[in-house]
């Protein structure tokens, strides 16, 4: 349930068995942010607990074979710090609050960077703390009392939609490495990320243009207002060739006759064949429109926005193209 379809791990191992039994207890995505109580935490020893294990056991048979006092009490000392050294990496996870944030949206291909706060209320100090998720992992700073620290997880976002981050395990073999404890998290956070558009596209078919916004009609404006710079996607035919003789500079022109200019952008005038295909040429279209500050405006299947401009409206639109059909990874 934790992985998305297509995404590729790539910094997380193979889950152990004592991985896959303790992750099922889970029961679905939790609110943020998660308490990380005593019966959450995990420990088992690791693979140098296993040989510090075998050697105190070696010189426990010496110690009785030759009956030496002082190997005795090596090996007892020894076998307290690992049993004190238990229970400090139990404490060390137990008590925390992990809040993972909606990361800031991505475009497919790219990788989504979802915020992890983790606080200690209280206890001691936190350190040697390690995030791992399907696809990336991060190290933890020491966190003080009543203290925290916010790390950046990125994830793989391979295709557009709505992704989650899907099972995350904290752990630390903190203080001496020879017990692991973990414990497994399913936060509800999600991020968006948008179709990846086309290096190119072709101009949109159709340009509304409007006088103060009122009065609006489709037609192509014949009066010259200007140049602007060349941009993939701008026909031949607008190309200033004139201009190009006596300058380096690849201009366009602008026509208008003083009306603002709106272009529309449709998913019926895209070509038919591949959606993500589509829905990248009108990411670029939608992209180059507002580079060039135009109010524009899109019409999806169940989705309408009228012309505008900003941010705002950018990331409106995307997300429209993103959340189109469920998302391919929705």
């Avoid at 303790?22 to 140098?48: C, D, K, Q």
């Avoid at 070696?58 to 030759?66: D, T």
């Avoid at 014949?222 to 941009?231: A, I, K, M, P, S």
Wanted: glycine share 10%.
């Amino acid at each position: 349930a934790g992985r998305q379809p297509g995404s590729p791990s790539l910094w997380a191992p193979p889950m152990s068995l004592a991985d896959r039994i303790s992750s099922r207890r889970l029961a679905g995505p939790e609110a943020n942010p998660v308490y990380l109580h005593h019966r959450r935490v995990y420990i088992l020893p690791t693979r140098s607990g296993w040989l510090f294990a075998l050697t105190l056991l070696v010189l426990l048979l010496g110690a009785i074979n030759y009956g030496n006092s002082l190997a005795y009490a090596l090996t007892f000392l020894l076998a307290s710090l690992g049993v004190i050294s238990i229970f400090h990496t139990h404490r060390n996870l137990v008590g925390l609050q992990v809040d993972v944030l909606n990361p800031s949206p991505a475009f497919a291909g790219e990788g989504l960077t979802f915020p992890v706060v983790v606080s200690a209320p209280d206890g001691p100090v936190r350190n040697s703390l390690r995030l791992i998720a399907d696809g990336g992992k991060g190290c933890i700073p020491a966190i003080d009392p009543a203290g925290d620290a916010e790390v950046p997880l990125q994830i793989p976002a391979p295709r557009r939609g709505i992704q989650r981050l899907g099972r995350l395990r904290i752990e630390t073999d903190a203080p001496l490495g020879i017990v692991r404890a973990w414990a497994w998290l399913e936060p509800a956070s999600e991020g968006i990320v948008w179709p990846r558009p086309l290096e190119e596209a072709p101009a949109p078919e159709q340009i509304l243009e409007s006088d103060h916004h009122e009065g609006g009609r489709a037609r192509r404006g014949d009066d010259f207002e200007g140049f602007r710079d060349w941009q993939p996607g701008d026909p031949p035919s607008r190309i200033a060739w004139r201009r190009l003789a006596v300058s380096d500079r690849l201009l366009v022109r602008l026509d208008g006759g003083g009306a603002s200019r709106q272009h529309l952008f449709r998913w019926q005038e895209t070509p038919p064949g591949d959606p993500e295909y589509r829905l990248s040429m009108l990411a670029r279209q939608i992209l180059d429109a507002h580079r060039q500050g135009a109010e524009w405006g899109l019409e999806l299947p169940g989705v309408h926005l009228p012309p505008d401009r900003g941010e705002t409206h950018l990331h409106r639109g995307l997300t429209a193209l993103a959340r189109h059909g469920g998302g391919a990874s929705a």
